[in-house]
């Protein structure tokens, strides 16, 4: 449960999801991250036309969740692939084929290699789209005009109004003093 | 970057993430171009002859083409390695070249595994269509049915439906997943309503946030690793179709890495011949440049040796093991019946792609898509004698025969052609065929932070 706090409002009397600050270049937006940060602010997440490591680092982030995730798809079509197998050619169908052992497992190993790839390649996508969110159609963002630059050359911080410290007016003067090129509101 | 030679720039100097986001976008969001209209109606027509073939094929069925006994594998399986290889490169550029840090492959890459994926499509239909009975092409997969049986996993045939059926489905999320992020900058360009609710829709809610982007290049560079073995073994249990049998000039522990190779060197040869047209048609000089012409020039160069020492490799194989039969069927295939197609074969795969040694040539457009469509007919060829030439005279001379396609055969060749350019051509129109994201990383921001991707 949130705590009970009324939303801060937007110019329009709308519930507002954050501030958005623009910035022209990527660099602008790693100072504006860093300077953000350092005021006190960990609600923030930053919105770029491509992924650039530096801004990733200066959110904090570490680590992601998706490769352990692939390690999981992967095991799972190792042991399912091979197990298929297993237990068609030896327990529920076995037959003589050449003389060979029912367990031929030199020959198991192209199919498991297969399904391992499979199961870890669909678990990195799914797994991506999971650790995201998406697909998500809605987003507060996309309220705001100038956003749709987000996909072009243009790049933006955000400081979420869940933020402890935030509070409309601080907030807007904490981001004008990194030098963006706008502040916007983001209405819910 | 500490090269000690200066390299001539990935792509045109000058760009900006906006400026390759307007032109790349564009090819997509503006009006439909004349010669777009031409080369749609054009494939679809050759589309049509195969619907046609195909149609005749399930009337009369596999009695309408030349395979018979001894040679029961004919253009069928012949086209289905031929499009399989050619599919090949798309997942090279764009899983193997990403772990190496090959910049160039950006520019190439969306494109490369778009024709993979339709080569796929391609290949996939000649098994299926020469099942026979190709309504219960699903017999081939492992499910529980009430015949209480199940399939054979110690038949490489059997392999080959696990390799290439993976194969289609992760090229297919690898390539979806690609295009996440372009979706939605098309999604926030089109001005259309339908546009950018059916790109919206598709981009899923993308919004570049920097912790997605986190686990997406994550995703990224694992499904590269998987794609990376993956590819090899495609092509490896294709080889083993064949190897795996005795018939001579098939069974031969060469084929593995022979065949990754010459897969390589026709998908690379169809980069070419698709990057030349595109470039111009779409004025994308700038981002398929000189360097990128250049550097598949030189791949095509060096798995077009390879292949070469493929074939040096099976003849003396087949001298050094001293057994008649397959000493027998390299003298069939350089002086027997179909020695023609041998003489083309080794002028179109290992004589004319030489004149790349020479850089003049290797810079000229024109050149290199004569070399690049004469190793494509060559890959074809070297498959027909594979195939045929083993087949054609096996150990007994009194089961002997010849080998010829009927016109139903190359209908439905040459129609999987217009499957292919019509599935292309419907991709360039609606799809951007050059990665906007990733073009974005490699032009140099005037905020000097460098962009985050190797």
Redesign the interface.
Same mark, same amino acid.
């Given at each position: 449960m949130k705590t009970a706090i009324p939303a801060p409002l937007s110019s329009h009397g709308q519930p507002l999801h954050g501030l958005m600050a623009e910035y022209a270049t990527p660099k602008e937006l790693v100072a504006g991250i860093r300077s953000v940060r350092a005021a006190g602010y960990t609600k923030l997440d930053a919105y770029t036309p491509f992924p650039i490591e530096e801004v990733i680092e200066a959110l904090g982030e570490h680590g992601s969740r998706v490769p352990a995730i692939v390690l999981g798809g992967g095991l799972f079509g190792l042991v399912a692939g091979y197990g298929l197998q297993y237990w068609t050619s030896v327990v529920d169908y076995p037959l003589n084929i050449g003389g060979r052992p029912f367990h031929s497992w030199v020959s198991f190993i192209p199919p498991t290699f297969e399904t391992t790839v499979l199961f870890a390649g669909l678990a990195a996508v799914v797994g991506m789209l999971a650790v995201n969110g998406l697909p998500r159609p809605y987003h507060p963002v996309f309220n705001v005009e100038r956003f749709r630059f987000a996909s072009r050359d243009r790049y933006f911080l955000v400081v979420e109004s869940a933020d402890p410290r935030f509070d409309p007016k601080g907030t807007r003067e904490a981001l004008a003093s990194t030098s963006p090129s706008g502040v916007h509101e983001v209405e819910e | 970057m500490s090269a000690v030679l200066e390299r001539p720039p990935v792509i045109a100097p000058g760009h900006?993430?906006?400026t390759v986001?307007?032109k790349i976008a564009a090819t997509v969001l503006d009006k439909t171009p004349r010669w777009w209209i031409l080369g749609f109606a054009v494939s679809f027509l050759i589309l049509l002859m195969f619907l046609n073939a195909v149609a005749w094929l399930f009337v009369k069925g596999v009695g309408i083409w030349g395979i018979n006994i001894p040679v029961g594998w004919g253009f069928d399986i012949i086209n289905f390695v031929w499009w399989i290889g050619i599919g090949h490169a798309g997942t090279l550029i764009s899983a193997i070249l990403l772990l190496l840090r090959q910049q160039w492959r950006t520019s190439i890459n969306r494109f490369a595994e778009a024709m993979t994926l339709f080569a796929v499509a391609c290949a996939g239909m000649f098994p299926i269509l020469h099942l026979g009975r190709p309504q219960i092409f699903y017999w081939l997969l492992?499910y529980p049915n009430t015949m209480?049986? =199940?399939? &054979?996993?110690?038949s490489?045939l059997?392999?080959d439906v696990?390799?290439v059926s993976?194969y289609a489905?992760?090229s297919a999320?690898?390539w979806?997943?690609g295009l996440i992020?372009d979706l939605?900058?098309l999604?926030?360009?089109s001005t259309h309503p339908v546009g950018r609710y059916v790109y919206?829709?598709l981009a899923?809610?993308?919004?570049?946030?920097?912790?997605? =982007?986190? &686990?997406?290049?994550?995703?990224s560079l694992?499904?590269a690793g998987?794609?990376t073995?993956?590819v090899l073994?495609v092509h490896t249990?294709v080889s083993?179709d064949f190897s795996v049998g005795i018939i001579p000039g098939w069974h031969a522990t060469i084929f593995p890495p022979y065949f990754v190779a010459g897969a390589i060197y026709a998908g690379f040869a169809m980069v070419i011949l698709l990057a030349v047209p595109l470039r111009k048609a779409f004025g994308l000089e700038d981002f398929i440049t000189m360097r990128h012409m250049n550097n598949m020039a030189k791949i095509l160069l060096v798995t077009g040796l390879i292949v070469v020492y493929g074939y040096v490799m099976e003849i003396f194989m087949a001298w050094y093991s001293g057994n008649p039969y397959e000493w027998y069927m390299v003298f069939n295939r350089v002086t027997g019946p179909y020695k023609y197609h041998w003489m083309a074969l080794i002028f179109c795969n290992a004589i004319a792609p030489q004149v790349l040694w020479i850089p003049k040539v290797r810079s000229s457009i024109a050149a290199l898509f004569c070399v690049s469509l004469i190793v494509s007919v060559g890959m074809w060829l070297e498959r027909f004698i594979i195939i045929v030439t083993s087949l054609h005279r096996d150990f007994l001379p009194s089961s002997w025969d010849m080998y010829h396609g009927t016109k139903w055969d190359w209908m439905t060749f040459l129609g999987t052609l217009g499957l292919f350019l019509t599935l292309f051509f419907l991709f360039i129109r609606f799809l951007p065929a050059i990665s906007i994201?990733?073009m974005?990383?490699i032009t140099k921001?005037?905020?000097?932070?460098?962009?985050?991707?190797p």
């Open positions: - | 900006t993430p906006a986001t307007d492992p209480g049986m =199940w399939v &054979n996993f110690r490489p059997v392999w696990f390799a993976t489905t992760i999320v690898f979806f997943m992020p939605a900058t999604r926030d360009r919206g829709v899923m809610g993308w919004r570049g946030s920097a912790r997605h =982007w986190h &686990n997406y290049e994550t995703a694992l499904l998987l794609c073995p993956l073994s249990v083993w994201f990733e974005r990383t921001t005037d905020g000097g932070t460098s962009p985050g991707k």
